[in-house]
């Protein structure tokens, strides 16, 4: 018996021809890489607004209003993160074939160039995948890695939409040719196309080339996919959808009408916000603390607004809170209304236990430490005995459980 040579195995190796599918072909990849590139763009730009939102710049101040607008922007970051899952899958099967090309040029300068556009797509799908699978881990609320999602998700986003202008860049003129040449006619290789624009050639006529019918089908099923997949996950952020969302990781249910994100028990923090003998701190910008029971809590002015629950994992929800406005606690202590504060939780386990509220937000007095929602006290899941509410915030900023309000000096 002899040993396979490298022809041997070569020979068993696909080629792109060995993939007969007339639904195949740049039209085709053309038109869903369009879509699937504006998903992205506005993934990016709305995940961009995320981190500014979290960690507002200098440059850039992002106040209470809009009270809908983080709402809007993750709403529909996460929206159009999910319609690009369909795309970035009928993506894929459109141009695996092209995997097992051969190199056209084989000269040194052609191989080098080859393999650099070989290794640009290469980060371009495996940043893609990583995207949108981490996201969707996220929405989930499972994080089955030690690395920060947050950077992470960022960190590669870059590398994915850098990947994607080189990759628009190189493809241009083929983008151009395809999207001149309607779908479902005949013939749809690269050369098919460019022999078409060539009336001299004498190749088979493009009519006699195997029926395409099937493209415009493909093209039609990937876009109901998406748009099926929105309509089934949005409604947990869009409220006349939420009874046809039936995948919706938070389908807009709870206690008090409001989904629960961490529950007490899971943060640790039960036996501190039942305790009978709770108090509020609040520590002045000179160090003067003062204690405020439930009680004394309510019997200050309060104010009732509507503002949303905004969650970076896509679900949000509208409430109507009554409480505090901060600014108002704070001048106990004899505090500006524009400070800077400090809010600290009796959670002991986990992430999100303080956060801080940037002056913009304080002085608002619709930035409240919420004692009621939706006219009944916050139950123990919804943060009590008290929470943080404000306009146009992340939900993870919206602290539960507060037991310290500090004045940043
Ligand atoms: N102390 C504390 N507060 C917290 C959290 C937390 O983990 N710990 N989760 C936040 C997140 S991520 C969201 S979206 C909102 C959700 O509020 P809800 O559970 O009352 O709907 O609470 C925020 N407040
Ligand atoms: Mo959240």
Not at 28 to 48: E, S
Not at 249 to 274: H, K, M
Request: hydrophobic share 45%; with cysteine; proline share 7%.
């Amino acid at each position: 018996m002899r040993l396979p040579t490298v022809e041997d195995i070569e020979k068993r190796i696909p080629r792109p021809e060995t993939f007969t599918s007339q639904s195949r072909g740049t039209r085709l990849t053309t038109r869903v890489g369009t879509a699937l590139g504006i998903a992205f763009l506005i993934c990016f730009l709305t995940g961009l607004w995320s981190h500014f939102q979290y960690d507002p710049p200098s440059w850039l101040p992002i106040g209470p209003d809009p009270t809908q607008l983080y709402r809007i922007t993750q709403g529909t970051h996460v929206i159009s993160g999910t319609a690009a899952v369909p795309l970035l899958l009928v993506k894929l099967w459109s141009v695996f074939p092209r995997l097992f090309a051969r190199p056209h040029d084989t000269t040194k300068r052609g191989l080098l160039l080859e393999s650099l556009e070989r290794a640009s797509i290469g980060a371009l799908v495996g940043s893609s995948v990583f995207m949108l699978a981490s996201g969707l881990l996220n929405i989930v609320q499972w994080y089955p890695w030690d690395f920060s999602f947050r950077r992470t998700h960022e960190a590669v986003a870059w590398i994915a939409i850098g990947s994607l202008l080189v990759h628009i860049a190189v493809k241009l003129p083929v983008i151009r040719r395809a999207f001149a040449a309607p779908i479902d006619e005949p013939g749809d290789s690269d050369e098919a196309i460019a022999r078409a624009s060539d009336t001299t050639a004498s190749d088979t006529p493009l009519e006699d080339q195997p029926d395409s019918a099937g493209r415009r089908a493909v093209l039609v099923g990937t876009f109901a996919s998406a748009g099926l997949a929105v309509l089934l996950t949005a409604g947990q952020t869009v409220p006349f959808l939420r009874k046809v969302s039936v995948f919706a990781v938070r389908d807009g249910d709870g206690p008090q009408d409001l989904p629960i994100n961490r529950t007490a028990r899971s943060a640790g923090a039960t036996a501190s916000a039942l305790d009978p003998a709770f108090v509020l701190e609040v520590v002045g910008a000179d160090g003067t603390v003062i204690s405020l029971d439930r009680e004394q809590l309510k019997a200050m002015p309060q104010q009732t607004h509507r503002l949303p629950i905004a969650c970076v994992e896509g679900w949000s929800r509208n409430a109507t809170w009554t409480g505090v406005p901060v600014r108002d606690i704070i001048a106990l202590t004899g505090a500006d209304p524009r400070s800077d504060v400090k809010v600290r939780s009796m959670q002991t386990r986990g992430a999100f236990a303080t956060s801080e509220l940037p002056a913009v937000f304080v002085e608002d007095d619709r930035t409240m430490l919420a004692l009621e929602l939706n006219g009944q006290a916050l139950s123990l899941d919804h943060g009590y005995p008290c929470r943080i509410i404000a306009p146009n915030r992340p939900g993870v900023l919206q602290t539960k459980w507060v037991r310290r309000l500090e004045v940043r000096a």
